[in-house]
């Protein structure tokens, strides 16, 4: 039987792990520790390389409505003499609105209020605001009146909503499936209207007004007279989801350009560069082989905080990626803090691996107070805040967990090997200025 590739590679890899162990168990002490290091900056490499050149990872998070575009709209419930606005009114609008929104398939909206009458809806990707609008702000009450302008049945009459094609034209139509009550009146309704029409009405405008050639009795019908899918998908939608409780008026609708997205994204992979460079310039000159270390795991820790992102299946705006640059800072923050307890530890005499275990236990105290603080500001925004300002401090959290993470555990791990594997001379004052 032939193997398939995935199954190829799996057994050159438990081979390589079987010649790796029996090697590894043949070498002296120090040995191990250098083939340890070795490996490991071989499997971060390959990793880094793997998720920014064959699947970048930031392709797969979410961007908000500042990074790739889309559609800003903003809606305030007015009084009708059918239907005054009240609190549950706007809160039951909102959950049909975001009903709406979920059966187009939008990726990461939102929908919130603004007020006590106004709702804001931000749709990222969608350019078709007034598509958009005709799907989340229509009323949608339907009617089917009789020549005589008796309503037969109204939308509360039916059952589901969907979209078909009409056998042999394949135009597309809205196809309607009534509840039990519904299909009586509509069958008594053909019944008496053979040869005549029966109106279609969705808030009061009429949308199609088929002729009964025969009595309908099985509690289904169809709307047709639509150009495409899409249209007929969007008014399936508004009937499946329900009439909205109140009427809507446009305050405000805005399309936000890609251009300001893209251009904001690269303003930020510049700043994130450059800010990089600087910072490990600043732990190269100033901790010499010590601040390599602490780079290489910083760089761990951004794909970190992008995997855990991508993981949360957050979206990712422009104030979120300030909080990740803050988060950055916070990184070094805490490794300089470390550091600098280890040279004092160094400068009493002792050796470099006890100077290390000794200025990370000593440090740690320090750097849980600046991080715990942050994080109960972080907290505070996210209960408080809404939107672009919760998303700083998603990213703010979970850029300061993960920089504990790198900083205590990584950079410490890294440390201890490089000294034991000689890479670090023990005797060397690595940490003078």
Not at 41 to 46: E, F, K, Q
């Amino acid at each position: 039987m032939a193997l398939t590739k995935t199954q190829i590679a799996a057994i050159a890899v438990a081979a390589a792990a079987v010649v790796l162990f029996l090697v590894y168990r043949r070498l002296s002490w120090r040995n191990r520790r250098r083939l340890l290091l070795a490996l490991f900056c071989v499997v971060t490499v390959a990793g880094g390389f793997f998720f920014t050149r064959v699947s970048p990872i930031t392709s797969k998070i979410n961007l908000g409505l500042d990074l790739q575009g889309g559609t800003h709209v903003v809606l305030e419930a007015v009084d009708t003499p059918d239907a005054p606005v009240d609190e549950n009114a706007v809160q039951k609008a909102v959950d049909i609105i975001r009903d709406r929104i979920d059966r187009l398939g939008v990726s990461e909206p939102v929908i919130q209020r603004a007020s006590d009458r106004r709702i804001v809806v931000e749709l990222p990707g969608v350019k078709d605001s007034a598509e958009a609008l005709e799907v989340i702000g229509r009323t949608a009450l339907l009617e089917f009146v009789d020549e005589d302008g008796n309503v037969v049945f109204t939308g509360k009459d039916l059952a589901k909503a969907d979209v078909g094609t009409k056998p042999g034209t394949n135009e597309a139509v809205v196809t309607l499936e009534l509840k039990p009550e519904g299909a009586a009146k509509f069958a008594e309704a053909t019944e008496k209207n053979v040869g005549k029409r029966i109106i279609i009405m969705l808030d009061k405008e009429i949308i199609s007004a088929p002729t009964v050639t025969e009595p309908i009795t099985g509690g289904r019908a169809i709307i047709e007279g639509y150009e495409s899918v899409e249209s007929a998908y969007g008014l399936a939608i508004m009937l499946s989801s329900g009439a909205l409780p109140v009427k809507l008026d446009v305050i405000e609708n805005r399309t936000v350009s890609a251009t300001l997205g893209r251009d904001s994204i690269a303003k930020s992979k510049v700043a994130g560069i450059v800010g990089a460079i600087a910072v490990v310039a600043f732990m190269l000159l100033y901790y010499r082989l010590p601040g390599l270390v602490a780079s290489y795991a910083l760089g761990i820790y951004v794909f970190v905080v992008l995997g855990v992102l991508w993981g949360l299946k957050a979206t990712l705006t422009l104030p979120g990626i300030a909080g990740i640059i803050l988060s950055v800072g916070m990184a070094v923050d805490a490794n300089v803090i470390i550091f600098e307890r280890v040279r004092e530890e160094a400068m009493t005499g002792r050796t470099l691996r006890s100077s290390i275990d000794a200025g990370f236990r000593n440090a740690m105290r320090t750097v849980l107070d600046s991080n715990i603080t942050t994080l109960i500001a972080a907290g505070v925004l996210f209960y408080l805040g809404t939107g672009p300002v919760r998303g700083f401090a998603v990213t703010l959290t979970v850029g300061i967990l993960a920089s504990m993470f790198t900083a205590v555990m990584v950079t410490r791990w890294l440390l201890k090997v490089s000294v034991d594997s000689g890479v670090l001379p023990a005797d060397s004052l690595i940490f003078s200025r």
